[in-house]
């Protein structure tokens, strides 16, 4: 089983749209999160230690995730996706954007 954490930084447009694309696929539970303190969702140790892949949108995102919490990063894969914040929640070009890009690590 793949679990896959998608992160970004409010955590209300693209890592809850990618969440909930790759939850129906077969072999992998999904869960997402922001970076910045007023997140919908803050990301949390516990759910960098449930994850076996973490996918950030943005390589300043992992920047700060590797700043913030080195701690439990440990050996955890981190991909970065290159998907800037210019899409809504559900935007079909955002989901082929993630499809494309995420899909492959996922399958």
Known sequence: MKRALFICSANKLRSPTAEHVFASWSGVETDSAGLNHDAVVVLSHDQIEWANVIFV???????????????????????????????????????????????????
């Open 57 to 107: 949108m943005e390589q300043a995102h992992k920047n700060k995730l590797r700043k913030k919490h080195k701690a439990v990063l440990d050996g955890k894969r981190i991909i970065c996706l290159g998907i800037p914040d210019e899409y809504e929640v559900m935007d079909p070009e955002l989901i082929r954007l993630l499809e494309a890009k995420a899909g492959p690590f996922l399958r």
